[in-house]
């Protein structure tokens, strides 16, 4: 049995929603209704739901970037996130360099040298080389920058990565190379990962074990056999079908 | 570097299209300018001699290859009304303008940014929704309204100033500056308004962007990400509208020096147009846009200097 790095017991976040008139009652909506589930070390988690299903802010509340009821208890330190768009989620005006070394000036601890050192190397472990530190980010392709979101993600070592929907605004080979280096560095970091995705076939290729979400509930947890191939509720049958995996029949 | 001499070159190139074409549209409008000076009595040997004499006979284009010479030289031509050259008239009324807009730019800085980051940062509190209420009234305020305003304020009412007492700066600076104040404030007024709620909505949009979630999920503070990440690039729109601004004050000050009495371009411009003095004219259109393709040209650079990405491409 494994050590456990993450459980999540119980956990609500509900959104005020914007009101129209000051006479409103103020109305909330609820996204996550009392999600519990737990994570091991070194495990891929597929987290797959359609859109509005409350991955993105079951992630978010992980990170503790929004306010939520319930408990999650984190045995490892500062859990990194990777974005969807690798387009919007690089500071424009700041060189990869800057980008790259930010998590280790906020740290602090570390002299100019170290920092340098640990970038270079950093760039090098996501396939890239020290000659993009000087570059802006408009200067590089997609693929290039969600490398160098994935390389800003593990500046600080985390042990657990929340990769949200994290190439599926890449193009098809790009998508490829994206999911390879996340399995080389989970391997080559000791890195547990929470794989967000709505596609089903990516997830299979990536992942240990698969949660399906639907309307802030988790429908299904299991391996990703027993989900895929031996799954439980309807609502996964319905998924894998539209997806065209359609293992069961 | 590189980027910074294309601008200037732009910018000759702009000078030189301004003032011929300047000197082309009074070539045609002014009429003969050797009859105007010697008046409709003149015999016509002595006009045509004073033709031949200022060169009026030759082709038009090599009379505007010595006007821009001569002016280059810092020789403007002689003005029809007041007999003097009108080198003399401009270049005394040059540091009134250029110190009332540079006044009223200072003072719309001052008042935009701060007021901007600090209503972008408490979106829909009192303070910003008060705020807002007074930009909307004050945007659409004309300059010489406000000066009207701020006449009646702070020189009737609380007799900060003595309305209509402008002092000349070779007198005293510091009472001239005190003087210039009060007009620039009424210039400043408006655009800081404009310029409070556009930093407003740029700082608001910037913060949406994916970047911006990406500094809070690396351990940035709230402060952090708006001083270090979001406020550069939000400034970026604003610094082109603060350079158009001062483009404008430029112009607008013309009114304005009606409205407190100050002897600047504007009013000579003013004061020549109705005598049909088009030397004077010209030469204050050409200052006038000097300055302003000038103070283009400085923003672009350093609008240059902000956005890394303008000067790559």
């Given at each position: 049995m494994a050590e456990k790095i993450l459980e999540v017991s119980d956990l609500c976040v509900s959104y005020e929603c914007a009101r129209k008139t000051p006479f409103e009652k103020k109305k909330s909506i609820q996204v996550l209704k009392e999600v519990s589930f737990s994570m091991e070390k070194g495990e891929i988690l597929g987290l797959v739901g359609e859109s509005g299903s409350g991955k993105t802010t079951l992630a978010r509340a992980i990170l503790g970037m929004i306010p939520y009821e319930g408990t999650i208890i984190k045995t490892i330190?500062?859990?990194?996130?990777?974005?969807?768009?690798?387009?919007?989620?690089?500071?424009?005006?700041?060189?990869?360099?800057?980008?790259?070394?930010?998590?280790?000036?906020?740290?602090?601890?570390?002299?100019?040298?170290?920092?340098h050192e640990k970038v270079v190397a950093m760039l090098h472990m996501v396939g890239l080389d020290e000659k993009f530190m000087d570059r802006y980010p408009r200067q590089l392709s997609g693929g290039q920058r969600q490398r160098v979101c994935i390389a800003g993600a593990l500046m600080l070592e985390p042990k657990l990565l929340i990769a949200d929907e994290p190439v599926s605004a890449l193009d098809v080979t790009i998508q490829a190379q994206i999911l390879e280096l996340l399995q080389r560095i989970h391997k080559e970091m000791d890195l547990s990962i929470i794989f967000i995705s709505h596609d089903l076939r990516v997830v299979y290729q990536m992942c240990d074990t698969v949660m399906i979400m639907k309307d802030g509930q988790i429908v299904e947890r299991g391996t990703v056999e027993e989900v895929y191939f031996n799954h439980k509720s309807e609502y996964t049958g319905n998924l894998l079908q539209s997806a065209g995996i359609d293992i069961n029949s | 570097m590189k980027y910074a001499g294309k601008k200037v070159i732009t910018m000759i190139i702009t000078l030189f299209a301004v003032t011929l074409f300047v000197f082309l549209a009074?070539?045609?409008?002014?009429?003969?300018?050797?009859?105007?000076?010697?008046?409709?009595?003149?015999?016509?040997?002595?006009?045509?001699?004073?033709r031949e004499e200022m060169g009026l006979n030759d082709p038009v284009l090599l009379q505007?290859?010595?006007?821009?010479?001569?002016?280059?030289?810092?020789?403007?031509?002689?003005?029809?009304?007041?007999?003097?050259?009108?080198?003399?008239m401009v270049a005394d009324?040059?540091?009134?303008?250029?110190?009332?807009?540079i006044l009223a730019f200072l003072m719309m800085v001052?008042?935009?940014?701060?007021?901007?980051?600090?209503?972008?940062?408490?979106?829909?509190?009192?303070?910003?929704?008060?705020?807002?209420?007074?930009?909307?009234?004050?945007?659409?305020?004309?300059?010489?309204?406000?000066?009207i305003l701020i006449t009646l304020v702070f020189g009737r009412i609380l007799k900060l100033f003595t309305p209509g007492g402008y002092v000349s700066y070779q007198k005293d600076f510091f009472g001239f500056v005190g003087y210039l104040i009060f007009p620039a404030f009424a210039i400043a007024l408006p655009k800081a308004?404009?310029?409070?709620?556009?930093?407003?909505?740029?700082?608001?949009?910037?913060?949406?962007?994916?970047?911006?979630?990406?500094?809070?999920?690396?351990?940035?503070?709230?402060?952090?990400?708006?001083?270090?990440?979001?406020?550069k690039n939000a400034l970026i729109p604003v610094i082109?509208?603060?350079?158009?601004?001062?483009?404008d004050m430029i112009a607008g000050s013309i009114i304005i020096e009606q409205v407190?009495?100050?002897?600047?371009?504007?009013?000579?411009?003013?004061?020549?147009?109705?005598?049909?003095?088009y030397p004077v004219v010209m030469a204050v259109i050409v200052c006038i846009s000097l300055l302003v393709l000038v103070v283009n040209m400085v923003v672009d650079i350093i609008y240059g200097l902000v956005d890394p990405r303008i000067s790559i491409e």
């Amino acid at each position: 049995m494994a050590e456990k790095i993450l459980e999540v017991s119980d956990l609500c976040v509900s959104y005020e929603c914007a009101r129209k008139t000051p006479f409103e009652k103020k109305k909330s909506i609820q996204v996550l209704k009392e999600v519990s589930f737990s994570m091991e070390k070194g495990e891929i988690l597929g987290l797959v739901g359609e859109s509005g299903s409350g991955k993105t802010t079951l992630a978010r509340a992980i990170l503790g970037m929004i306010p939520y009821e319930g408990t999650i208890i984190k045995t490892i330190e500062n859990p990194q996130m990777v974005f969807q768009d690798p387009y919007g989620s690089l500071n424009p005006s700041k060189k990869v360099g800057w980008i790259l070394e930010e998590p280790l000036r906020l740290k602090g601890g570390y002299t100019d040298e170290e920092r340098h050192e640990k970038v270079v190397a950093m760039l090098h472990m996501v396939g890239l080389d020290e000659k993009f530190m000087d570059r802006y980010p408009r200067q590089l392709s997609g693929g290039q920058r969600q490398r160098v979101c994935i390389a800003g993600a593990l500046m600080l070592e985390p042990k657990l990565l929340i990769a949200d929907e994290p190439v599926s605004a890449l193009d098809v080979t790009i998508q490829a190379q994206i999911l390879e280096l996340l399995q080389r560095i989970h391997k080559e970091m000791d890195l547990s990962i929470i794989f967000i995705s709505h596609d089903l076939r990516v997830v299979y290729q990536m992942c240990d074990t698969v949660m399906i979400m639907k309307d802030g509930q988790i429908v299904e947890r299991g391996t990703v056999e027993e989900v895929y191939f031996n799954h439980k509720s309807e609502y996964t049958g319905n998924l894998l079908q539209s997806a065209g995996i359609d293992i069961n029949s | 570097m590189k980027y910074a001499g294309k601008k200037v070159i732009t910018m000759i190139i702009t000078l030189f299209a301004v003032t011929l074409f300047v000197f082309l549209a009074f070539h045609f409008i002014s009429g003969d300018p050797a009859t105007s000076m010697l008046g409709t009595e003149a015999t016509p040997e002595r006009v045509e001699a004073l033709r031949e004499e200022m060169g009026l006979n030759d082709p038009v284009l090599l009379q505007y290859g010595r006007w821009a010479l001569n002016f280059l030289k810092g020789d403007m031509g002689i003005s029809y009304s007041y007999r003097m050259s009108v080198s003399e008239m401009v270049a005394d009324k040059i540091p009134v303008t250029v110190t009332l807009t540079i006044l009223a730019f200072l003072m719309m800085v001052v008042i935009a940014i701060p007021l901007g980051i600090y209503t972008a940062k408490h979106v829909g509190g009192v303070i910003d929704r008060i705020i807002y209420m007074i930009n909307q009234v004050i945007m659409a305020f004309p300059p010489f309204f406000a000066g009207i305003l701020i006449t009646l304020v702070f020189g009737r009412i609380l007799k900060l100033f003595t309305p209509g007492g402008y002092v000349s700066y070779q007198k005293d600076f510091f009472g001239f500056v005190g003087y210039l104040i009060f007009p620039a404030f009424a210039i400043a007024l408006p655009k800081a308004a404009m310029a409070v709620k556009l930093l407003r909505s740029s700082v608001i949009s910037e913060s949406k962007l994916d970047y911006v979630r990406t500094a809070y999920s690396r351990g940035n503070s709230t402060k952090a990400v708006l001083y270090k990440h979001v406020l550069k690039n939000a400034l970026i729109p604003v610094i082109t509208f603060l350079g158009m601004a001062l483009a404008d004050m430029i112009a607008g000050s013309i009114i304005i020096e009606q409205v407190f009495s100050i002897p600047g371009l504007g009013r000579i411009l003013l004061t020549s147009i109705s005598n049909r003095d088009y030397p004077v004219v010209m030469a204050v259109i050409v200052c006038i846009s000097l300055l302003v393709l000038v103070v283009n040209m400085v923003v672009d650079i350093i609008y240059g200097l902000v956005d890394p990405r303008i000067s790559i491409e």
